[in-house]
């Protein structure tokens, strides 16, 4: 039975909902099925590593900045509590929130990009479609009758709303800019069984509502945090908002990186509102009473940003719980254009300059040499679950995920050290040299 043929219990979820992909016995009452989709997200070794991962600074670079790791737990924090306040399942918004960054390779979205390109002949890489194959293939838990490691098999509310992009490559949504899709993809072709299954009944490239709220949550996690990050580490003075060269150049990164869903006015407009709100201390001098402050700023945008989404959902939707597709969440344009601006800030003054750095660079070949060393050396060189799965792929095709899925698995400092153990230096400026 699907879910649009029974009706709904009073927390707003049907039977279908709590089905896992792979049936497993029953269990006590003592937790809720979604209650245990947050534990296996808790005990995971994947949300281990992403404490050893880079959010927008590399983990090493001083004791303040967020990891993926720390990000995550914010988002979680945030996700879970607009979550309730709509009437979702907390457990479920918590469990997508956990979920969310687990596909991301080493580097962050530098590593992103070399993966990528190493994958565009196999379907290409994204760090949602990785974060689905951890869930549903490569994570450790669950092993089906057959044999077939089918991850943490969580229930179809859970994985659904853990997908932030449903639908394939190439096949989402069109830019009204460029005329061509985006490049973001939930699913990999030879994961399309499981995807199907989890978004049974699901409106076509329509995200259910727990989904949109952790996307929400990611949003405004990492426009607030990664600001918080740069004043703390002396790469951003708020001051500039008030400097006219430097908000154009705010508004340009904006709509570079970000594309041109709010007009160059309505970020000017909103830059206009920050200052208003006198929401930021001058002069941050590193003291405590100024990291105090620029605490309660971080607060208080995050306050800012949930609390209108809330109300404006509550204004469309109406009081009792909304739950997976009964509601879409809705961001006044007004926030959707503020958060933009703190974006455009961390884009300006931290994300566009690291990318001219020399570092930048040398993690993209770290990945890539790692990738041709490893493929050279399957099964040998990999860990003993890929090297299992290496030896059961079909073709070249298969092999080379196999190869990436290992890459995407390490940590900053994992894959540092396994590429100072597998390649020397390259000599004269020639191809690296192995071991």
Request: glycine share 8%; charged share 25%; with cysteine.
């Amino acid at each position: 039975m699907t879910q649009l043929d029974q009706s709904l219990d009073l927390d707003g979820y049907v039977d279908a909902d709590r089905e896992r992909w792979v049936p497993e016995p029953a269990k006590s009452r003592e937790r809720t099925a979604f209650e245990r989709d947050r534990a296996r997200l808790v005990h995971s070794s994947a949300l281990r590593r992403l404490g050893a991962k880079t959010q927008v600074l590399g983990p090493s670079s001083d004791d303040f900045v967020r990891t993926r790791l720390t990000h995550t737990l914010e988002v979680a924090q945030v996700g879970r509590e607009i979550g309730k306040a709509l009437g979702c399942d907390p457990d479920i918004v918590d469990t997508a929130c956990l979920a969310h960054d687990l596909g991301h390779p080493p580097f962050g979205h530098n590593g992103e990009r070399a993966l990528a390109e190493l994958a565009k002949g196999i379907g290409g890489f994204e760090g949602n479609a990785q974060t689905l194959r951890l869930l549903t293939r490569l994570e450790p838990k669950v092993v089906a009758p057959d044999g077939r490691a089918v991850g943490l098999n969580l229930t179809r509310a859970s994985l659904d709303a853990s997908v932030k992009y449903p639908w394939r490559h190439l096949q989402g949504p069109v830019s009204a800019a460029s005329g061509k899709p985006t490049h973001k993809f939930g699913v990999y072709e030879d994961d399309l069984p499981v995807f199907e299954w989890l978004r049974e009944q699901a409106p076509g490239g329509r995200k259910c509502l727990e989904a949109q709220v952790m996307d929400l949550a990611d949003d405004i996690s990492y426009s607030v945090h990664d600001v918080e990050d740069a004043v703390v580490g002396g790469r951003l003075d708020l001051e500039v908002l008030g400097v006219p060269g430097e908000r154009d150049r705010v508004v340009e990164a904006v709509q570079t990186w970000y594309g041109d869903a709010v007009s160059a006015q309505g970020l000017q407009d909103a830059i206009d509102r920050l200052v208003a709100a006198r929401l930021w201390r001058p002069g941050f001098d590193g003291s405590r009473a100024a990291l105090a402050s620029l605490k309660d700023s971080t607060s208080q945008l995050i306050g800012r940003f949930a609390k209108a989404s809330q109300l404006a959902t509550r204004e469309e939707y109406g009081t009792g719980p909304l739950t997976r597709y009964a509601a879409d969440l809705i961001v006044p344009h007004e926030t959707l254009a503020e958060i933009l601006v703190l974006k455009g800030l961390a884009v300006t003054y931290v994300m566009a300059p690291r990318e001219l750095e020399p570092l930048y660079h040398r993690q993209r070949e770290v990945l890539v040499d790692l990738v041709h060393v490893l493929s050279e050396r399957a099964p040998i060189a990999l860990e003993p679950p890929f090297a299992a799965d290496w030896v059961e792929a079909e073709n070249d095709a298969a092999r080379l995920r196999v190869v990436i899925d290992q890459v995407a698995s390490l940590t900053d400092v994992s894959a540092a050290e396994l590429h100072a153990r597998l390649v020397h230096p390259p000599r004269h400026g020639g191809p690296p040299v192995l071991v």
